[in-house]
């Protein structure tokens, strides 16, 4: 699937917004990417999934998993079109951790999946909770790289769409000096 045909995707379901926006990593940035609102299509997210699954075809992946909330239903299409375990890790107390039952057994190879990934911390978690489970981290994958591709995660990683938005600390933010005052997705019920 062609990097623009994804990005026409998100901007027709509105999941490509613009303005000025306080990101979970407290920098400030003039785009936001609301993937929940290009997944609440299953039809689209199955189609996208299949196309982040499609490399990895040959890895002998035997799981995939995923970060809540964010990563959820990108780690169960793309499960489904390599026709494995779907798994995601949740926070508790802060810390990722695999709960509600799931195991990875030693030696399982897992992909590790994300909607977007922007500095990669969420991943390189998950690849900690991969690891920590005995399973062996294969590479990760996300349908949107919004680093840039300098997202570092010791791991092979494919995206489906490379993005380069530029971000800014809070004091360096040209939109603040403008005068106007970020707002925090969440705030309005985006994320
Ligand atoms: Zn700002």
Known sequence: MKSEEV????????????????LSSGL???QYLQSALVLQQPDIASKLCAALAEPFKGSNIQAVIAPALG???VSHETARALGVRALFAERVNGELTLRRGFTIRPGER???????????KSTK??????KQA????????SLVDRSGGKAELGLPYKSLV???????APEACPLCKAGST??????????
């Open 7 to 22: 990005l026409d995707i998100y901007r027709k379901t509105g999941a490509l917004l613009t303005g000025h926006f306080l």
């Open 28 to 30: 400030h940035s003039e």
């Open 71 to 73: 990563g959820v239903f």
């Open 110 to 120: 897992v992909l590790v999946v994300e909607d977007v990934i922007t500095t990669g």
């Open 125 to 130: 978690e998950t690849i900690e909770v991969v």
């Open 134 to 141: 005995g399973g062996v981290a294969v590479a990760a994958a």
């Open 162 to 168: 490379t993005m380069s938005v530029p971000t800014y």
């Open 182 to 191: 970020p707002v925090k997705p969440g705030s309005r019920g985006l994320k």
